[in-house]
């Protein structure tokens, strides 16, 4: 019987295994409470006419009290305007719409979308000889970043959901922030040429189709610093944003899960990211979901072992 248990136990792991391989996208968990929290919402109670300024009074306060939510993670001091986006994705295009500039990455395997829809960056790794440290399983000749063009990041790393130090560059940078909201209180350092910085409610919260985001600024977006001065944006997803600040605070999703995510690494033998719903490996076997060329470490996206 003991031999059947075992038996049984190892097919459901290979099975899992197969599973976690196959899976290709970062998904989240959804949370009963949060379900809770849009029940509450009433659509009807943003019927604003535009131009009277009732939405822009919303936004103004949630801008005010995400930079208070975010603060021990992100420092937005040095940035005056802010803006609603329809998720990052938003940002993004927005972005890439009004960008003019050649553009860089830091490494192979940081969130390709903003490649997808416009022109292809350059990679500061890319360089003459380049290999991996088998000691470090990174690339091993530092990168060469160009100083005149964007050097586009997500921190935490949508190579592997970790929060990392970019260091000093003279670059300017737009900083994506997506998946704050799915970490401990940690430390972002915003490089200092910094131009734009977008936030989620995607990843964090499980709230995918809602698009959801902010956009914080050093100067005016040439898009939708135009918008706003006509009160265009969406005024009930300032509100539902405004719901979710109100009743989580920024690290209570990982402070739910972390216990969880540190389970399943250890059963499973991987490595926990600071996102809790990531984790990364050097086994072989996930080698279809390694994301960084010169890194042998895998992303694995544990939200299937969640229970929903």
Known sequence: MENCRG??????DERIKRKLKAYPWVDVPRHEDVLDVLKKQDLSE???????????????????????????????????????????????????????????????????????????????CDVEGQYMDPETHRSAIPGSIDSTKPLYI????????????????????????????????????????TEQVFFSFSKGFGLIGQRLGLVYTKEPHPILDTLKKFE?????????????????KVDEMWNRY???????????????SDCFFLATTKDPYYAKRRRMKWNDDARI???PLFDD
């Open 7 to 12: 038996l049984s136990k190892h097919m459901q």
């Open 46 to 124: 943003t019927y604003y006419k535009r131009g009277s300024g009732e939405a822009t009074r919303d936004l103004d306060k949630v801008e005010k009290d995400y930079r208070e939510w975010v603060k021990d993670i992100v420092d937005l001091s040095e940035f005056p305007y802010c803006y609603f986006s329809n998720g990052t994705t938003d940002a993004l295009h927005l972005w890439q719409l009004s960008e003019t500039r050649e553009w860089q990455t830091l490494c192979y395997g940081e969130y390709n979308y903003p490649e997808a829809i416009g022109t292809t960056p350059t990679v500061t």
């Open 232 to 248: 265009n944006w969406n005024y009930a997803g300032v509100k539902t944003i405004e719901l979710l600040i109100n009743n989580f």
């Open 154 to 193: 997500s921190i935490p790393s949508a190579a592997d959901g970790n929060i990392f130090d970019v260091g000093n560059t003279s670059a300017p940078v737009i900083l994506d922030c997506t998946y704050v909201g799915s970490t401990q209180i940690k430390r972002i350092k915003v490089p200092k040429n």
């Open 258 to 272: 972390r216990e969880k995510q540190l389970e399943i690494c250890k059963q499973y033998n991987f490595k926990p």
């Open 301 to 303: 996206c544990i939200t």
